[in-house]
C-alpha cells in the first residue's frame, strides 16, 4: 500500500499543498525560498492540520548551532515514549545541513549521512519534519539523504501577467472579495510574492474583521507609513526622485528579502522601461493599448489602470536611453548575485546605499546617454 512516505513530490504552489487532504499532507516536506513569511504559513497550516490528525503533538526547533545535527538525528530516528508526535521545524537548512551533504565530508559526516539514509524510511508516521532550505533549490544531494520521502516547494520567479492570478488564487483561498479598484491597487503597490499577498489578505480581515474590501480600506490598512514599500523605491529610482527614495528607505529593516524583492521589482520595471521605448519606436512615439496588452500584459487591468499604466512607464522611459538601461541591468545582477551569495548586515546596507548612488548618478549624468 502506497505510503506518505512513498509520495514524494514537487508541489507547484503553496495553495496545493494547503488543499493536500489531511491523510495525504508530505510527512517531510522542504521549502526552498528566501521568503521566510511564505515558510510561517507551511509551518502554521502543519499545526492546525496536524492538531486534527493526531492531537497533541510536540514541536521541536532545529537551528544551525553546534550540535543540532545531533539533535535532529534523536528528533528523529530515537522512539520517544511520553511524546511519539512531533512537529521538527529545521530553519536554515543550508547551513545545517552543509557539512553532511558536502562531498568531501569529514568520516563522522559520511557515518551521519548513511545512518540517516538507513533510518529515515522507517521514522513513525507520527513525526513530521519541515524544512526551511534558504536557497533556490532543494539540492539532489538532500532529497538523497531523504531516500525520495522528501515533498518540497521552490518559489518560482512572479511576472506582471503572473499578479492577477496568484491574487485571485489568494483571495479563494481566504474567502474575500475586493473591489476592481481595490485589486488594482494591492496588486501594483504589494510586493509580487505569495507570502506579501497572503500577509496583506490576513492583515486585512483582522484589521477590519470583514472580507469584503474596498480602495480605502487597502490603502489604509496596508500601505501606513511605518513599513518599507519596495514599490516606492522603485518609482523613486528610475523618477530620478532620491530624497523620496531615502526617506522610504528609512523604514528599512535590515532584511535581505527587502532587497531582493526590490531588485525583482526593479528588473520588471526596466523591462517594461526597455519594452515601452521598443514600442514607440515601432509606432510613431505612440503605445497603442492593444500593443501594450500583449507586450507588458495588461490585458486583466481595468481601463483605468492601463491608462495609468501607459502614462507613467512613457513618462519613466523618457529618463532612459539604451546605454542607460544596460548600465542599470548590470548594476541589478552585480546586486543580485551579491544578496543572494549572503551579503547582509550594515556591509549589505552600506553596499547597496552606495550602489543606489551610482544609479542616481547614471540618471543624472548626460554624458551617459
Same mark, same amino acid.
Given at each position: 500500500?502506497?505510503?506518505?512516505?512513498?509520495?514524494?513530490?514537487?508541489?507547484?504552489?503553496?495553495?496545493?499543498?494547503?488543499?493536500?487532504?489531511?491523510?495525504?499532507?508530505?510527512?517531510?516536506?522542504?521549502?526552498?525560498?528566501?521568503?521566510?513569511?511564505?515558510?510561517?504559513?507551511?509551518?502554521?497550516?502543519?499545526?492546525?492540520?496536524?492538531?486534527?490528525?493526531?492531537?497533541?503533538?510536540?514541536?521541536?526547533? /532545529?537551528?544551525? +548551532?553546534?550540535? $543540532? @545535527?545531533?539533535?535532529?538525528?534523536? &528528533?528523529?530516528?530515537?522512539? =520517544?515514549? #511520553?511524546?511519539? !508526535?512531533?512537529?521538527?521545524?529545521?530553519?536554515?537548512?543550508?547551513?545545517?545541513?552543509?557539512?553532511?551533504?558536502?562531498?568531501?565530508?569529514?568520516?563522522?559526516?559520511?557515518?551521519?549521512?548513511?545512518?540517516?539514509?538507513?533510518?529515515?524510511?522507517?521514522?513513525?508516521?507520527?513525526?513530521?519534519?519541515?524544512?526551511?532550505?534558504?536557497?533556490?533549490?532543494?539540492?539532489?544531494?538532500?532529497?538523497?539523504?531523504?531516500?525520495?520521502?522528501?515533498?518540497?516547494?521552490?518559489?518560482?520567479?512572479?511576472?506582471?501577467?503572473?499578479?492577477?492570478? /496568484?491574487?485571485? +488564487?489568494?483571495? $479563494? @483561498?481566504?474567502?474575500?472579495?475586493? &473591489?476592481?479598484?481595490?485589486? =488594482?491597487? #494591492?496588486?501594483? !503597490?504589494?510586493?509580487?510574492?505569495?507570502?506579501?499577498?497572503?500577509?496583506?489578505?490576513?492583515?486585512?480581515?483582522?484589521?477590519?474583521?470583514?472580507?469584503?474590501?474596498?480602495?480605502?480600506?487597502?490603502?489604509?490598512?496596508?500601505?501606513?507609513?511605518?513599513?518599507?514599500?519596495?514599490?516606492?523605491?522603485?518609482?523613486?529610482?528610475?523618477?530620478?526622485?532620491?530624497?523620496?527614495?531615502?526617506?522610504?528607505?528609512?523604514?528599512?529593516?535590515?532584511?535581505?528579502?527587502?532587497?531582493?524583492?526590490?531588485?525583482?521589482?526593479?528588473?520588471?520595471?526596466?523591462?517594461?522601461?526597455?519594452?515601452?521605448?521598443?514600442?514607440?519606436?515601432?509606432?510613431?512615439?505612440?503605445?497603442?493599448?492593444?500593443?501594450?496588452?500583449?507586450?507588458?500584459?495588461?490585458?486583466?487591468?481595468?481601463?483605468?489602470?492601463?491608462?495609468?499604466?501607459?502614462?507613467?512607464?512613457?513618462?519613466?522611459?523618457?529618463?532612459?536611453?539604451?546605454?542607460?538601461?544596460?548600465?542599470?541591468?548590470?548594476?541589478?545582477?552585480?546586486?543580485?548575485?551579491?544578496?543572494?551569495?549572503?551579503?547582509?548586515?550594515?556591509?549589505?546596507?552600506?553596499?547597496?546605499?552606495?550602489?543606489?548612488?551610482?544609479?542616481?548618478?547614471?540618471?543624472?549624468?548626460?554624458?551617459?546617454?
Amino acid at each position: 500500500m502506497e505510503t506518505k512516505k512513498s509520495q514524494a513530490r514537487e508541489y507547484n504552489s503553496l495553495f496545493q499543498l494547503f488543499k493536500t487532504p489531511v491523510s495525504q499532507i508530505p510527512q517531510f516536506f522542504a521549502y526552498a525560498g528566501e521568503d521566510s513569511y511564505e515558510f510561517e504559513l507551511i509551518v502554521e497550516h502543519y499545526r492546525e492540520v496536524l492538531q486534527t490528525a493526531l492531537g497533541t503533538f510536540e514541536v521541536i526547533l /532545529i537551528v544551525p +548551532e553546534s550540535g $543540532d @545535527q545531533t539533535k535532529l538525528f534523536a &528528533e528523529l530516528f530515537t522512539p =520517544d515514549m #511520553f511524546y511519539p !508526535r512531533k512537529l521538527i521545524i529545521i530553519k536554515n537548512a543550508t547551513a545545517l545541513f552543509k557539512p553532511i551533504l558536502d562531498a568531501k565530508a569529514a568520516n563522522e559526516w559520511k557515518d551521519y549521512a548513511s545512518g540517516f539514509r538507513k533510518n529515515i524510511t522507517s521514522v513513525s508516521e507520527e513525526i513530521y519534519a519541515l524544512i526551511h532550505y534558504d536557497g533556490k533549490d532543494i539540492p539532489k544531494s538532500l532529497t538523497e539523504l531523504f531516500q525520495g520521502t522528501l515533498s518540497h516547494f521552490k518559489t518560482k520567479v512572479l511576472y506582471p501577467n503572473d499578479y492577477p492570478k /496568484i491574487f485571485k +488564487e489568494v483571495c $479563494d @483561498q481566504e474567502q474575500v472579495h475586493f &473591489e476592481q479598484n481595490a485589486t =488594482d491597487e #494591492f496588486i501594483h !503597490r504589494t510586493p509580487a510574492n505569495v507570502g506579501a499577498y497572503i500577509k496583506s489578505v490576513k492583515k486585512l480581515k483582522q484589521y477590519l474583521h470583514r472580507s469584503k474590501f474596498t480602495l480605502e480600506d487597502v490603502n489604509s490598512v496596508l500601505f501606513s507609513q511605518n513599513e518599507l514599500n519596495t514599490n516606492v523605491l522603485v518609482e523613486s529610482l528610475v523618477q530620478k526622485r532620491k530624497g523620496d527614495f531615502f526617506k522610504e528607505f528609512t523604514k528599512f529593516g535590515d532584511q535581505n528579502s527587502e532587497i531582493l524583492n526590490f531588485l525583482t521589482r526593479l528588473t520588471y520595471k526596466l523591462d517594461e522601461i526597455r519594452k515601452v521605448k521598443v514600442i514607440r519606436a515601432r509606432h510613431n512615439g505612440e503605445v497603442p493599448i492593444p500593443i501594450m496588452d500583449d507586450l507588458l500584459k495588461t490585458g486583466s487591468f481595468s481601463e483605468a489602470r492601463k491608462n495609468f499604466v501607459r502614462r507613467q512607464l512613457v513618462s519613466d522611459s523618457a529618463n532612459f536611453t539604451d546605454k542607460i538601461l544596460d548600465l542599470f541591468y548590470e548594476q541589478v545582477i552585480e546586486m543580485n548575485i551579491k544578496f543572494k551569495s549572503g551579503l547582509r548586515d550594515e556591509e549589505g546596507k552600506n553596499y547597496f546605499i552606495q550602489k543606489i548612488m551610482h544609479l542616481f548618478a547614471l540618471l543624472q549624468d548626460k554624458s551617459s546617454k
